[in-house]
């Protein structure tokens, strides 16, 4: 634990001087492949041939250093029916503190079978993927048995939780306006399990979950957030309003976490300014790996540095690709992503700032910072406006 410990603390150091480190998180999407259809993603459509082997994926594990935390997404992680062999690898030659898959939980009988058998030994982080009660959540996800299966995974897993050395919570994606009423909905639903809706607003783009590879679709400005669907400030205010009231609820860790990502969000889209706005630490202590084994520069920057599968860690990590990509982060102005940022204020050590001084609002002009979202689009009222408009 004391060598875990002053390996963070060198990692902080290095990130924030903006120095070259090794990673110590790991985001690997292990298959795009998707049962669902969801409205804001593409990941469905791409294609699954091409994604590592078993015996690739140890060989790639087996030269990476050793982890605080292994994050397992999709697509739909549980489609590769050897899923639970990539966990025991994950487990086994990097030996993280925490492991963490999020899911869409159609796939309940494979999910639990999962839980009940892995080691358990290192906690486990799951979350289920629910944007909405009921029809609202299935019309999102392109299924329509998708809302119930989500809420059988969740009976089926919550009473054993401490058995099973697992944390279970919902991850809600608002993309709509809807969304807002839903939250609370979806909330006051999930209370009798004792789960939580953790919020995220959706994005516009994203390179990772695009047809096309090698894309830049990072935030021009500090502060832009341009989100997929369309709100007004009322709308937004009444989320966050009712977001703050709940954290007080959360345990400690989690409170700090959720406040300042809840910080963050208001501010790019309400207050005008692009605070906080920690150094990005993507292709340094946060590594992403792609299903075919490219290694990524983020979330919204799909030109890749590498590729596992043909090349070494070594290789990959100090190839002169990397440098150039590492120097685009750095002049990057910086997204709200909350698998990116949280990353970036962890390993910054931003996060423990914020707790102990949290980052004051800044400008309420909005010139300041430009915040950018999509508006809902008003009617016409006659000719003019119709001509005007277009």
Request: include cysteine; charge should be negative; aromatic fraction near 8%.
């Amino acid at each position: 634990m004391i060598g875990r410990l002053a390996g963070y603390l060198n990692a902080v150091r290095q990130n924030r001087r903006r120095q070259d480190g090794l990673p110590r998180m790991l985001t690997y999407t292990v298959t795009f492949g998707c049962n669902a259809r969801c409205v804001m993603c593409d990941s469905w459509k791409m294609s699954t041939e091409g994604d590592l082997t078993l015996d690739e994926i140890e060989h790639i594990f087996r030269q990476l250093p050793r982890l605080d935390a292994v994050r397992l997404t999709g697509g739909e992680p549980f489609v590769r029916k050897d899923f639970a062999q990539i966990t025991d690898l994950a487990d086994r030659h990097l030996r993280p503190m925490l492991l963490h898959v999020t899911t869409n939980g159609f796939l309940t009988d494979r999910i639990v079978r999962f839980c009940e058998e892995r080691h358990h030994r290192t906690p486990l982080e799951m979350l289920i993927s629910i944007d909405g009660v009921g029809e609202k959540h299935n019309e999102i996800r392109g299924n329509s048995r998708a809302y119930d299966s989500c809420i059988e995974t969740i009976e089926q897993l919550a009473p054993h939780r401490k058995r099973l050395n697992l944390s279970l919570a919902v991850n809600q994606t608002i993309v709509d306006a809807e969304g807002v009423e839903h939250y609370k909905r979806l909330r006051d639903t999930l209370k009798k399990y004792d789960v939580r809706n953790h919020v995220v607003m959706a994005y516009d783009v994203s390179a990772t979950y695009n047809l096309e590879r090698e894309l830049e679709l990072a935030p021009g400005e500090i502060g832009e957030f341009t989100t997929f669907g369309e709100f007004t400030d009322d709308h937004l205010r009444e989320l966050f309003d009712e977001l703050e009231r709940d954290l007080d609820s959360y345990r400690f860790l989690q409170r700090i976490a959720k406040r300042y990502y809840l910080r963050g969000i208001r501010n790019r889209l309400l207050g005008g300014t692009g605070l906080p706005n920690p150094p990005c630490v993507a292709l340094n202590a946060h590594m992403r790996l792609f299903p075919n084994g490219d290694v990524p520069t983020c979330q919204f920057n799909s030109r890749t540095v590498g590729n596992l599968r043909e090349q070494s860690f070594e290789e990959v990590w100090t190839s002169a690709q990397a440098a150039e990509q590492r120097t685009w982060v750095r002049n990057c102005a910086g997204c709200w992503a909350e698998c990116e940022v949280l990353p970036s204020a962890i390993y910054t050590g931003d996060l423990l700032k914020e707790w102990i001084r949290p980052t004051q609002p800044g400008p309420t002009d909005p010139d300041a910072v430009r915040p950018l979202r999509n508006l809902p689009k008003e009617e016409p009222q006659d000719a003019e406006l119709v001509e005007l408009s277009t």
